[in-house]
């Protein structure tokens, strides 16, 4: 042991000497050890080196084995061929084939006001991936805050521009999307080096306070559609029929309409054609209209026998019945 009495405020101070030569290898080779395990570094395969030297970029090194300089560079391993993800309103504890989700502690997060003033609970998850790993580490600090502070942004700002029914039924695709295009133009204007793979809202619920009411009016509300549309079935279906039964009597009624038409020009035809005959020779276009009338009346009038009021004796035929007339007719027939 010597005394470090050289130096001021050390006085006193016994640093150990070495003596044997094997602690001098044992130092030479730990110095060794530390240096290879500074010089030697490995890349992921899904991830990008990036090299510093002195903190200023110095390259980027692909996946697998490498060297440095030790000591004086760094490597900052990122993830450029991994899709990252973050969830909002919930986090996933255990993934698998039972997933085991956490919903409760997240409600600063979920809970957003709608257009027309209404709060409901909005969980959704983004899906990006580093496509700069040089922007991604040298242009913004903490780049995955930052990317949740904008996506929530982001999703509260378009979910106040809708009403509370259209983010809890058509239109939650339209919120995903515009957000989507908002969310990847903010994160190429403040370089955070990430490209937005998806934006999608998993649950929109209303409030638990106000989840058994909000179901009430929903309710409510589908019984109303179901009447509506039963409404329209009938509407569809006596309409349609009452209309083709008006069509039907009035095509029946100009169908009676033509044909009577027709039949009073045929009966006035008729009347000239006779009348033009009859001015011709009057007695007999007489005669003959008296003959066609007593020949359509006679047959429906029955039997009638005509006698000479002046003769005398003759057999009353009218006691005759037919039946005595056919029995007299099926004796002949037998003789």
């Known amino acids: ?37 500074e010089s030697v570094y490995t890349v992921g395969s899904q991830e990008s080196g990036v090299v510093q030297r002195f903190g200023k970029y110095t390259k980027m090194v692909t996946p697998g084995l490498h060297f440095k300089a030790p000591f004086i560079d760094k490597v900052t391993k990122v993830p450029v061929y991994s899709n990252l993800q973050e969830e909002f309103g919930f986090r996933t504890r255990e993934a698998g084939v039972q997933t085991v989700i956490d919903k409760t502690g ?43 502070d904008l996506s929530e942004s982001v999703i509260r700002m378009e979910v106040g521009n809708h009403s509370v029914d259209e983010v809890l039924t058509i239109g939650r695709e339209e919120i995903a999307s515009n957000s989507f295009e908002l969310l990847q133009k903010r994160l190429d204007e403040y370089e955070t080096g990430v490209d937005l793979l998806l934006i999608k809202l998993q649950d929109v619920v209303p409030p638990d306070a106000v989840a058994e009411s909000f179901n009430e009016v929903e309710k409510a509300k589908q019984e109303k559609e179901r009447m509506i549309n039963q409404a329209e ?48 020779a009057p007695q007999v276009t007489r005669t003959r209209l008296f003959l066609e009338t007593m020949t359509e009346i006679l047959p429906k009038a029955g039997k009638k026998l005509f006698v000479d009021p002046s003769q005398k004796g003759v057999l009353n035929l009218m006691n005759l019945t037919d039946s005595i007339i056919q029995k007299s007719s099926t004796q002949k027939e037998g003789n």
């Open 106 to 148: 997240f409600e600063d997060e979920s809970l957003m006001l709608t257009g027309d003033l209404n709060i409901v609970k909005v969980n959704w998850i983004i899906q990006f991936k580093i496509k700069d790993p040089i922007k991604y580490i040298f242009r913004v600090r903490a780049v995955q805050e930052t990317v949740r």
């Open 233 to 280: 079935k009938e509407y569809n279906k006596v309409i349609p029929e009452a209309e083709g039964e008006a069509k039907e009597m009035i095509s029946k009624a100009e169908g009676v309409a033509i044909s009577r038409v027709n039949k009073a020009l045929g009966d006035v035809a008729k009347f000239k054609y006779v009348y033009a005959q009859y001015k011709r």
């Open 1 to 37: 042991m010597s005394n470090y009495d050289g130096f001021p405020g050390f006085e006193g101070i016994k640093l150990p000497q070495i003596k044997s030569s094997w602690a001098w290898i044992a130092l030479i080779a730990l110095g060794i050890i530390i240096i290879l395990f």
